[in-house]
């Protein structure tokens, strides 16, 4: 009989880990994993919980990679978020599609795996965080540093972000477009708006720096991602008067770019670009980098084939490539191994009554196990 992945996805959706507390859910991992022969290890770093696990010495080394942490409930749920509910078929509550079914379906997957292959050649881990949905500091960026500082070496890595569009499998992630947020600060000089030329504009600085950011065609796109884009999200100079040139004004932006660019080269245009429009009116621009996230690819090739075909066998049918989306952990990983993220359907993610189907968890853990045994056969 193989290993259902419900009973243990509702054991983990019962834990109210919201970032960073892990509330047992690495503990439920951590007896799970225990019970199939895996070495299991947590690795703490500040208020932050993570556990690494692998079961075997030998290379290749495998690595299922997620976070058991989730976002606030927030209001309105028709069930307790922390209460796993079926209903029609449908499993509800906080992690029932980002991501915590995933892991349970990882680890159905590796047990019936092991059940039907008992030795292979090489090593199966998992690295498992609660530290994804919010800093993202202390998290697996920390254990895979302490992990490399160790000698130990992941050779490939599958995320269980929830990738998957309109129906689970449509969609693996083999990269992820980088993110950078840019507040810009114009100081200028208080006055009458009757009387401009004593004053200082800072929002005319502001103005010119948005439109000539704006102007500017970032490129056309580049393997595997479509063109980079620039949103500005706010011009604020929280002025209540009508007839007062503001002394201070803000600017923000987030930027989401392909492998054209880094975050250093786009915000050293930024700075450049908003240094030349404050000259311009006498203004001073001040900078703050409030958070960044670096661009990634795996470029297609055996591995996102494999796991290709291990939908394809599991789903039947093949999935997409795409790098579109938010980021996630991948970004931390891809600087030790190829990386790709397979998962359930993103669309009720973070969402109130988030919830996936039941029959998709299962189909996954299929899918999670078929990896593995094309990836362990000799
Ligand atoms: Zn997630």
């Not at 193989?2 to 243990?8: F, R």
């Not at 004593?198 to 393997?223: C, F, H």
Request: hydrophobic residues 40%; charged residues 20%; negative net charge.
């Amino acid at each position: 009989m193989s290993a259902d992945p419900i009973p243990l996805a509702q054991a983990l959706m019962r834990c109210p880990s919201v970032t960073p507390a892990e509330a047992g859910a690495l503990d439920v991992c951590e007896t799970a994993l225990a019970a199939l022969g895996f070495a299991v290890r947590r690795h703490k770093f500040g208020a932050v919980d993570n556990l690494y696990a692998r079961r075997g010495q030998a290379r290749p080394n495998f690595c299922f990679a997620g976070h058991l942490d989730v976002v606030p409930p927030g209001e309105g749920w028709a069930s307790d978020p922390f209460s796993p509910e079926i209903r029609d078929g449908k499993l509800y509550g906080r992690g029932a599609a980002d991501m915590k079914t995933a892991i349970a379906a990882m680890i159905a997957g590796t047990e019936n795996f092991l059940a039907s292959k008992g030795n292979f050649e090489g090593s199966i881990s998992f690295l498992l965080t609660c530290d994804e949905e919010g800093a993202a500091v202390d998290g697996t960026k920390r254990v895979l540093e302490t992990l490399a500082a160790e000698g130990e070496t992941l050779d490939h890595c599958l995320v269980g972000e929830p990738t998957s569009e309109e129906r689970v499998g449509d969609t693996i992630k083999n990269g992820r477009r980088g993110s950078l947020n840019v507040a810009i600060t114009m100081e200028g000089k208080q006055g009458h708006v009757a009387y401009p030329q004593r004053a200082i504009n800072p929002v005319t600085a502001l103005i010119e720096t948005a439109a000539a950011l704006k102007a500017r065609k970032l490129d056309d796109g580049a393997l595997g991602f479509g063109p980079s884009n620039l949103e500005i999200t706010s011009i604020d100079a929280g002025n209540i008067a009508h007839n007062v040139i503001a002394a201070r004004a803000s600017l923000k932006l987030n930027i989401r770019f392909n492998t054209n660019h880094s975050g250093d080269s786009l915000f050293a245009w930024i700075k450049e670009t908003a240094e030349t429009a404050s000259a311009r009116v006498g203004a001073r621009a001040s900078f703050v980098i409030p958070s960044q996230s670096v661009c990634f690819f795996t470029p297609p090739g055996e591995f996102t084939a494999l796991v290709s075909e291990a939908v394809r066998e599991s789903f039947g049918f093949a999935p997409e490539l795409a790098t579109t989306g938010g980021t996630s952990d991948a970004r931390f990983i891809r600087n030790y191994c190829p990386v790709v993220e397979l998962g359930l359907r993103n669309e009720t993610a973070h969402m109130v009554d988030e919830h996936c189907a039941v029959e998709d968890v299962r189909t996954l853990a299929r899918c999670y196990e078929a990896v593995l045994r094309r990836y362990f056969a000799a």
